[in-house]
């Protein structure tokens, strides 16, 4: 209903009211002034309101305008409703929308005061453009308002020509993405393909304004020229000129005249980086070597300028790597005739500033990857070339001589940033002989040994530390002249942790070269004395023991004095570093000393929770002695799990864990209250199904008495941790030939008590977790969590067990259901998904997949199914559609949304129709079905945010609804 003009004053007041209370009110006032204006902005009211406020704004006649807050509120909430808002209005409503934008845009009065306001709408007309096909021929009109100053020069109507060139600019976009989404293209050829010799003819009108003899053109001329750069840059993105009109134009070469002008930089190098896209796209390899190289051969000057010029520095780099990105099959195969673009790369690279090489690194990692596809043979200009980048990388990742004065946030961009350098390195081994580039680290680390200078010793052990895991025998063969560089290090920390990092990264040539293992464990040994170097020696240490285990059995009984120091007195994670490598030695041992070993190294974690738990019981609530009881477990679990990676240490890691089980139970039972206990306690149960599983060992009570022990703590306390173990014990013990089977038990283990007790603990802890989590989603998400992936394990790979159970089967798929709807936790939400999507489903009953379609649709208009989970709803209703007989999934849907997503107004029929017939369309095709869903998506959470139903808006009754974004 048309407000009158006393109603259409008074809510411009309110709206005037409430923008001043943003900028002036106090801060009890402003939420609600800012509730009042999101409800405003999102009402059909909204449209007719704003076009007044705009209309008095640009009126001779007022006596005065609005205040420009509120032009530029109404302006900005115009073009967001045209984006979202649209079906609001109907043919009528449209029509006069566009009418006012016309006229308002081609208004010549007060046009620099109206700028910014300007700057809002003229995208919004060109969306209007593409959704109203009243709009006979917008193109046409839009030329128009330029014609009107196609005479002046730039400078002189500088408004007129932006507003032209800006809805223009965006027409093509707007039009292809609701063509796509109406899966129609007549529109687009008609008015943008058509029409696009006398849309290019006008752009490049504009860009020729500035010739190569124009010395000094006008801010405005600038302005102006960058605005049609940008739009043909976005014609060409959306394939909307013929590529020959694009060739034969004197365009590619008129932009060697342009880059002169620092601002019109930017946007000659978007418009080159399209020319070449389009040349590659077409195969025109010639095109690209006559016509757009010399752009880049013309730029190459200005790298040695840009230093000083942040902005300019990210443009030129930027320009290079996207080039060579677009050409590497080309490039790869003849280099000598792309030359300027792998010479410009490798110049931004050497920019003194880290940036420019962080940006690079993708570019020089998809050239090398270019080597895989092509399978071309190396040419030799590349050796050179990567030769000189392996110099550069040294030179960036040394730390400055400023080092002491550098902030912590320093500190940590310089860390990033070497982990991008780090895999340029091992992207230059692809290339280059391995021997080269150890013997340039080798180099390096003599010459700033030479002139003890450590952070360029630092920097040569850095580029060890990253290749040393991925070099072949050539590049290890020096690895004994690094080594023999270690005694004359600096002793700076940085110094010591590479080197020792180096030890780390090299122990496979270790396993090959025994006779350094003794002066390596004692470097390493060395690093725990310095605490800036006790976390790499940790590290190093792990590493060692994984890789030489079996050679480290001589050397338990001198570790076990210093593990009992380290276990007093290093950090928790340095600890876990060193039990696991303990692990690794004790696990290479005789069958008949690994228990006793066990025991050596985890009695002094088990003796102290023991004594906690007995002799502390009144700091058990404390949580210094919480953190100290779960520090100790956790390492207990480490040990135990690294332990299981051989089969005889798996067996004896299982039964001591057997033989500890009644502290673990005794711990857990007057440490209720503690869930990160709980947490470890769970880890340490996982183990047993993890060795038993990866290793095939036959089971035992060990693993029933676990069970039933999870089972009764989980009754008790209900932390869905232990559902974890369910979990690891379905999947683990469904193992096959060292991986998890996706159907059944082995078949020895059918009928047995395996399968039994597998069975009768997985119903009986999910009755027991519904029963605590129903009515309290969102209290106890981890509970849900666990509980479904638990029962997808289950129906996985125990189907059998699972269907023969049909009162377990009806009741887990309800409380699924009433999970899916209760929860808005996003792993909560996938564990409920992932069950869902492998549900035996039954054909011939329509009624559980229309729930689920029901279910899943509400989650999208409530945005509980976002981006993380859309794929696994997507992968749903493929899954529903495979298991349909004669496409009944449109029957579903239809069923699914004919109840309450109808009646709370979230959908028209017509939308509901449409969805169901694209959902039939897709034929179970996965890009399809996420096409139609995401589409489908976007209309119900656009409905739901603006607060109108359906049957709300202006004549729906008569006018079919046309969402589009």
Same mark, same amino acid.
């Given at each position: 209903?048309?407000?009158?003009?006393?109603?259409?004053?008074?809510?411009?007041?309110?709206?005037?009211?409430?923008?001043?209370?943003?900028?002036?009110?106090?801060?009890?006032?402003?939420?609600?002034?800012?509730?009042?204006?999101?409800?405003?902005?999102?009402?059909?009211?909204?449209?007719?309101?704003?076009?007044?406020?705009?209309?008095?704004?640009?009126?001779?006649? =007022?006596?005065?305008? !609005?205040?420009?807050?509120?032009?530029?509120?109404?302006?900005?909430?115009?073009?967001?409703?045209?984006?979202?808002?649209?079906?609001?209005?109907?043919?009528?409503?449209?029509?006069?929308?566009?009418?006012?934008?016309?006229?308002?845009?081609?208004?010549?009065?007060?046009?620099?005061?109206?700028?910014?306001?300007?700057?809002?709408?003229?995208?919004?007309?060109?969306?209007?453009?593409?959704?109203?096909?009243?709009?006979?021929?917008?193109?046409?009109?839009?030329?128009?308002?330029?014609?009107?100053?196609?005479?002046?020069? !730039?400078?002189?109507?500088?408004?007129?020509?932006?507003?032209?060139?800006?809805?223009?600019?965006?027409?093509?976009?707007?039009?292809?993405?609701?063509?796509?989404?109406?899966?129609?293209?007549?529109?687009?050829?008609?008015?943008?393909?058509?029409?696009?010799?006398?849309?290019?003819?006008?752009?490049?009108?504009?860009?020729?304004?500035?010739?190569?003899?124009?010395?000094?053109?006008?801010?405005?001329?600038?302005?102006?020229?960058?605005?049609?750069?940008?739009?043909?840059?976005?014609?060409?993105?959306?394939?909307?000129?013929?590529?020959?009109?694009?060739?034969?134009?004197?365009?590619?070469?008129?932009?060697?005249?342009?880059?002169?002008?620092?601002?019109?930089?930017?946007?000659?190098?978007?418009?080159?980086?399209?020319?070449?896209?389009?040349?590659?796209?077409?195969?025109?390899?010639?095109?690209?070597?006559?016509?757009?190289?010399?752009?880049?051969?013309?730029?190459?000057?200005?790298?040695? &300028?840009?230093?000083?010029?942040?902005?300019?520095?990210?443009?030129?780099?930027?320009?290079?790597?996207?080039?060579?990105?677009?050409?590497?099959?080309?490039?790869?195969?003849?280099?000598?005739?792309?030359?300027?673009?792998?010479?410009?790369?490798?110049?931004?690279?050497?920019?003194?500033?880290?940036? !420019?090489?962080?940006?690079?690194?993708?570019?020089?990692?998809?050239?090398?990857?270019?080597?895989?596809?092509?399978?071309?043979?190396?040419?030799?200009?590349?050796?050179?070339?990567?030769?000189?980048?392996?110099?550069?990388?040294?030179?960036?990742?040394?730390?400055?001589?400023?080092?002491?004065?550098?902030?912590?946030?320093?500190?940590?961009?310089?860390?990033?940033?070497?982990?991008?350098?780090?895999?340029?390195?091992?992207?230059?081994?692809?290339?280059?002989?391995?021997?080269?580039?150890?013997?340039?680290?080798?180099?390096?680390?003599? &010459?700033?040994?030479?002139?003890?200078?450590?952070?360029?010793?630092?920097?040569?052990?850095?580029?060890?530390?990253?290749?040393?895991?991925?070099?072949?025998?050539?590049?290890?063969?020096?690895?004994?002249?690094?080594?023999?560089?270690?005694?004359?290090?600096?002793?700076?920390?940085?110094?010591?942790?590479?080197?020792?990092?180096?030890?780390?990264?090299?122990?496979?040539?270790?396993? #090959?070269?025994?006779?350094?293992?003794?002066?390596?464990?004692?470097?390493?040994?060395?690093?725990?004395?310095?605490?800036?170097?006790?976390? =790499?020696?940790?590290?190093?240490?792990?590493?060692?023991?994984?890789?030489?285990?079996?050679?480290?059995?001589?050397?338990?009984?001198?570790?076990?004095?210093?593990?009992?120091?380290?276990?007093?007195?290093?950090?928790?994670? %340095?600890?876990? %570093?060193?039990?696991?490598?303990?692990?690794?030695?004790?696990?290479?041992?005789?069958?008949?000393?690994?228990?006793?070993?066990?025991?050596?190294?985890?009695? !002094?974690?088990?003796?102290?929770?023991?004594?906690?738990?007995?002799?502390?019981?009144?700091?058990?609530? %404390?949580?210094?002695?919480?953190?100290?009881?779960?520090?100790?477990?956790?390492?207990?679990?480490?040990?135990?799990?690294?332990?299981?990676?051989?089969?005889?240490?798996? #067996?004896?890691?299982?039964?001591?864990?057997?033989?500890?089980?009644?502290?673990?139970?005794?711990?857990?039972?007057?440490? &209720?209250?503690?869930?990160?206990?709980?947490?470890?306690?769970?880890?340490?149960?996982?183990?047993?199904?993890?060795?038993?599983?990866?290793?095939?060992?036959?089971?035992?009570?060990?693993?029933?008495?676990?069970?039933?022990?999870?089972?009764?703590?989980?009754?008790?306390?209900?932390?869905?941790?232990?559902?974890?173990?369910?979990?690891?014990?379905?999947?683990?013990?469904?193992?096959?030939?060292?991986?998890?089977?996706?159907?059944?038990?082995?078949?020895?283990?059918?009928?047995?008590?395996?399968?039994?007790?597998?069975? @009768?603990?997985?119903?009986?802890?999910?009755?027991?977790?519904?029963?605590?989590?129903?009515?309290?989603?969102?209290?106890?998400?981890?509970?849900?969590?666990?509980?479904?992936?638990?029962?997808?394990?289950?129906?996985?790979?125990?189907?059998?067990?699972?269907?023969?159970?049909? =009162?377990?089967?009806?009741?887990?798929?309800?409380?699924?259901?009433? &999970?899916?709807?209760?929860?808005?936790?996003?792993?909560?939400?996938?564990?409920?998904?992932?069950?869902?999507?492998?549900?035996?489903?039954?054909? @011939?009953?329509?009624?559980?997949?229309?729930?689920?379609?029901?279910?899943?649709?509400?989650?999208?208009?409530?945005?509980?199914?976002?981006?993380?989970?859309?794929?696994?709803?997507?992968?749903?209703?493929?899954?529903?559609?495979?298991?349909?007989?004669?496409?009944?999934?449109?029957?579903?849907?239809?069923?699914?949304?004919?109840? @309450?997503?109808?009646?709370?107004?979230?959908?028209?029929? #017509?939308?509901?129709?449409?969805?169901?017939?694209?959902?039939?369309?897709?034929?179970?095709?996965?890009?399809?079905?996420?096409?139609?869903?995401?589409?489908?998506?976007?209309?119900?959470?656009?409905?739901?945010?603006?607060?109108?139903?359906?049957?709300?808006?202006?004549?729906?009754?008569?006018?079919?609804?046309?969402?589009?974004?």
């Amino acid at each position: 209903m048309a407000l009158s003009a006393d109603e259409i004053n008074k809510v411009t007041k309110q709206v005037q009211a409430a923008l001043s209370t943003l900028t002036t009110g106090n801060a009890a006032q402003i939420p609600a002034a800012d509730q009042f204006l999101q409800d405003f902005s999102h009402s059909p009211e909204a449209w007719q309101v704003c076009q007044q406020i705009l209309s008095r704004a640009q009126s001779e006649h =007022a006596a005065s305008p !609005p205040p420009s807050d509120l032009q530029m509120y109404a302006g900005v909430t115009l073009r967001r409703k045209i984006g979202n808002d649209l079906e609001q209005l109907n043919e009528n409503g449209r029509t006069e929308l566009l009418r006012f934008l016309l006229g308002y845009l081609s208004h010549p009065s007060e046009r620099t005061r109206l700028a910014p306001v300007i700057k809002q709408l003229c995208p919004a007309l060109s969306l209007l453009a593409a959704v109203c096909e009243s709009w006979q021929d917008p193109v046409e009109d839009i030329l128009q308002i330029a014609r009107q100053v196609s005479r002046v020069p !730039p400078a002189q109507g500088g408004d007129t020509w932006q507003i032209s060139i800006e809805v223009l600019a965006n027409l093509p976009g707007d039009m292809q993405r609701i063509e796509r989404d109406i899966n129609s293209g007549s529109r687009f050829d008609r008015l943008i393909v058509a029409k696009a010799p006398m849309v290019f003819e006008f752009f490049t009108s504009v860009v020729n304004t500035i010739q190569p003899t124009t010395n000094s053109p006008s801010q405005t001329q600038l302005e102006i020229v960058n605005l049609a750069l940008n739009a043909l840059a976005l014609w060409c993105q959306n394939q909307a000129v013929p590529y020959r009109m694009l060739m034969e134009s004197n365009l590619p070469s008129h932009l060697y005249s342009l880059i002169r002008f620092e601002s019109l930089l930017e946007y000659a190098i978007d418009l080159a980086d399209e020319l070449m896209q389009e040349a590659i796209s077409h195969g025109t390899s010639l095109d690209v070597k006559q016509r757009i190289l010399p752009f880049y051969q013309a730029l190459h000057p200005q790298i040695s &300028s840009c230093v000083d010029d942040e902005d300019k520095t990210k443009s030129i780099t930027r320009a290079y790597g996207c080039a060579v990105e677009l050409c590497v099959k080309h490039i790869v195969q003849e280099p000598e005739a792309y030359a300027i673009l792998l010479q410009g790369l490798l110049d931004c690279s050497r920019l003194p500033d880290n940036e !420019p090489l962080d940006m690079c690194c993708r570019s020089w990692s998809t050239l090398v990857d270019g080597f895989h596809d092509t399978q071309e043979s190396i040419h030799p200009y590349f050796i050179h070339l990567f030769e000189e980048l392996i110099d550069t990388v040294i030179q960036h990742v040394t730390f400055p001589n400023d080092y002491n004065s550098l902030t912590a946030q320093e500190l940590d961009d310089i860390k990033d940033f070497r982990y991008q350098a780090g895999g340029l390195l091992k992207d230059a081994l692809e290339v280059l002989p391995h021997s080269t580039v150890t013997r340039k680290a080798l180099s390096t680390l003599k &010459s700033a040994l030479s002139r003890q200078h450590w952070q360029s010793v630092e920097a040569a052990l850095f580029v060890v530390r990253q290749i040393g895991a991925h070099i072949d025998d050539s590049g290890l063969e020096m690895l004994p002249q690094f080594i023999e560089t270690f005694p004359n290090l600096p002793d700076h920390p940085r110094v010591q942790q590479s080197a020792v990092m180096c030890v780390s990264v090299c122990t496979k040539w270790t396993r #090959k070269n025994p006779n350094f293992i003794t002066y390596q464990m004692e470097f390493i040994s060395k690093g725990f004395t310095n605490p800036e170097v006790v976390a =790499a020696a940790a590290h190093a240490l792990k590493y060692l023991c994984e890789d030489c285990g079996d050679l480290l059995l001589d050397y338990l009984e001198q570790l076990h004095p210093f593990y009992l120091h380290a276990i007093d007195n290093l950090s928790a994670q %340095d600890v876990g %570093d060193i039990c696991t490598g303990l692990a690794h030695i004790v696990s290479s041992a005789p069958a008949h000393r690994i228990v006793d070993l066990i025991q050596t190294f985890t009695r !002094p974690l088990l003796e102290r929770v023991d004594y906690i738990t007995t002799h502390e019981t009144e700091k058990l609530r %404390d949580r210094e002695t919480e953190r100290s009881v779960d520090i100790q477990l956790k390492r207990f679990s480490i040990f135990m799990r690294s332990v299981s990676r051989t089969v005889d240490g798996a #067996k004896y890691a299982a039964e001591v864990i057997y033989s500890v089980m009644p502290l673990i139970t005794r711990t857990l039972s007057v440490m &209720s209250h503690s869930e990160p206990v709980a947490h470890t306690a769970s880890r340490i149960y996982r183990t047993i199904f993890y060795g038993l599983g990866t290793h095939q060992l036959p089971t035992n009570p060990i693993f029933m008495a676990v069970l039933k022990n999870v089972s009764d703590e989980f009754t008790k306390v209900g932390y869905g941790c232990y559902l974890s173990v369910g979990y690891a014990a379905v999947k683990e013990l469904t193992r096959k030939d060292g991986k998890t089977t996706t159907s059944q038990l082995p078949a020895k283990q059918h009928g047995s008590e395996l399968e039994t007790t597998m069975r @009768s603990f997985v119903e009986s802890i999910t009755s027991t977790a519904m029963q605590k989590a129903r009515g309290n989603y969102e209290e106890l998400p981890d509970v849900i969590t666990e509980m479904f992936f638990m029962i997808s394990s289950y129906q996985s790979h125990m189907r059998d067990s699972f269907m023969s159970n049909s =009162a377990f089967m009806e009741a887990t798929f309800a409380f699924a259901i009433d &999970s899916l709807m209760g929860t808005f936790q996003a792993d909560a939400i996938a564990a409920v998904l992932d069950y869902l999507k492998d549900y035996p489903y039954n054909p @011939s009953d329509p009624q559980k997949p229309s729930q689920v379609m029901e279910c899943i649709i509400k989650s999208l208009a409530a945005e509980t199914i976002t981006g993380e989970n859309m794929q696994d709803a997507v992968d749903i209703f493929v899954q529903l559609y495979k298991v349909s007989p004669n496409h009944a999934p449109s029957t579903w849907v239809t069923r699914a949304m004919s109840g @309450s997503v109808l009646e709370k107004g979230m959908a028209t029929p #017509k939308e509901m129709h449409e969805f169901a017939q694209a959902y039939a369309a897709s034929e179970g095709n996965t890009r399809k079905t996420k096409k139609a869903l995401l589409g489908f998506g976007d209309v119900l959470r656009k409905r739901v945010r603006s607060g109108v139903k359906v049957g709300g808006f202006a004549d729906h009754a008569n006018v079919p609804v046309d969402v589009r974004s």
